[in-house]
């Protein structure tokens, strides 16, 4: 391979599903893969910091331990309805396991950006210097979620909305060949299913997915208490939000990425993952992991061509 060749990594939104480029980004450095430019999209933006500040192999051990019940209490409900994360404790998480306060991005061995999206005007935007934790953050200001971040002058949401898979980020920070994970590619659809009773005295009912989608489901069927047939229709509400957000992210990574298309184009089999199961890092790690062992033989095919 020229020396002059260049690899981004192109990694995707996709909230828990996203541990899963832990197993991408192993997988392609045990096979001598090892990316010069690395660019996420909200989760992606914090695994791929993690990454080029050298903490994630600390981030892996930490998830894996990671129960359902430490889950929840990253999270809080609570009024006025300003966002339902725990900016503290995930604050803490970030310090320890994905990069230093003061670690500068011009500072890295490797280009990196993050993705966010401008609240006010909807503008895309790149954020390339500066503080990384900073970057990371608002990146990964989901809506509903997370409140809006203030980074540059700007109030900053999450980067998913407007460019899921980052490619066309990586060939602008000098990528020849862009590899990209989608995180959402085999979701639609299939998580879309009403979650079973909770036992009182069962710990994981107290976890953020259990208690909105019970919370909204409970009002809408109060609302709707009249009319027995309209009550017994109402879904699940918090698979419903979270179906909204993978088909918007769904169509516009489709849109995105036939506009400016990947190299290679990875898809970690993750359906079975829900949008805040963040305790199953395990599954997600090994999705990720495979997902390159299906596709090494063609990522090293585009290397030959490419050096040729």
């Known amino acids: 391979m020229k020396d002059s060749l260049k690899i981004g990594l192109a990694l995707g939104s996709g909230a828990a599903r996203g541990w899963a480029h832990i197993?991408?980004?192993?997988?392609?450095?045990?096979?001598?893969?090892?990316?010069?430019?690395?660019?996420?999209?909200?989760?992606?933006?914090?695994?791929?910091?993690?990454?080029?500040?050298?903490?994630?192999?600390?981030?892996?051990?930490?998830l894996l331990k990671l129960t359902k019940l430490e889950t929840a209490r990253f999270f809080k409900i609570g009024f006025p309805f300003n966002g339902v994360v725990n900016k503290d404790k995930l604050h803490e998480f970030l310090n320890l396991y994905v990069a230093e306060e003061t670690l500068l991005i011009e500072s890295l061995a490797q280009r990196y950006a993050s993705v966010a999206t401008d609240l006010h005007s909807g503008q895309e935007v790149w954020n390339t210097e500066g503080k990384l934790l900073e970057a990371v953050w608002s990146s990964i200001s989901l809506p509903g979620l997370f409140p809006a971040i203030k980074h540059h002058n700007r109030w900053l949401i999450d980067g998913g909305l407007v460019n899921p898979v980052p490619v066309s980020v990586c060939r602008a920070l000098g990528a020849d060949i862009v590899i990209a994970v989608n995180l959402?590619?085999?979701?639609?659809?299939?998580?879309?299913?009403?979650?079973?009773?909770i036992a009182k005295n069962d710990q994981s009912s107290s976890l953020l997915g259990n208690r909105i989608s019970e919370f909204i489901t409970n009002y809408a069927g109060n609302f709707f208490a009249e009319d027995k047939t309209v009550k017994e229709d109402v879904p699940d509400m918090f698979a419903a939000i979270a179906a909204s957000v993978n088909i918007t992210q769904d169509r516009i990574t489709r849109s995105r990425m036939a506009g400016d298309p990947p190299d290679v184009v990875l898809q970690p089999r993750?359906?079975?993952?829900?949008?805040?199961?963040?305790?199953?890092?395990?599954?997600?790690?090994?999705?990720?992991?495979?997902?390159v062992e299906r596709n090494l033989a063609e990522i090293h095919y585009v290397l030959r061509n490419m050096k040729g």
């Open 184 to 197: 959402n590619g085999d979701i639609l659809g299939k998580h879309l299913h009403q979650n079973p009773p």
């Open 23 to 62: 197993g991408v980004i192993n997988s392609l450095v045990n096979a001598g893969i090892k990316p010069d430019v690395v660019v996420g999209t909200s989760i992606g933006a914090l695994v791929g910091a993690a990454y080029v500040s050298h903490k994630l192999p600390e981030l892996q051990q930490r």
């Open 270 to 291: 993750l359906s079975q993952i829900g949008l805040l199961e963040f305790f199953r890092a395990a599954e997600a790690i090994e999705a990720g992991t495979q997902s």
